[in-house]
């Protein structure tokens, strides 16, 4: 993980991570950056999530939804 990629994270909190403030910002946006690419390598990572993954032609029909 690059600094200029945490240091660019740092910079740009969402709103509510700014609310919540942070007496480091550097190491929140690494802490925050290192979760997110271990979600990415290992989809079963995301703790208490359900992750559906579909291939184009798996998904409804606009006439088989029910809105």
Known sequence: MS??????RAADLLPEERVT???DPQA???AIL??????????EAAPSSFLEHR??????DPDETTR
């Open 55 to 60: 291939r184009s032609d798996q998904t409804a």
């Open 34 to 43: 290192e979760e997110s690419d271990e979600r990415e390598r290992d989809l």
């Open 3 to 8: 600094d200029d990629r945490i240091g660019h």
């Open 21 to 23: 403030g942070s007496a």
């Open 28 to 30: 929140q946006a690494e």
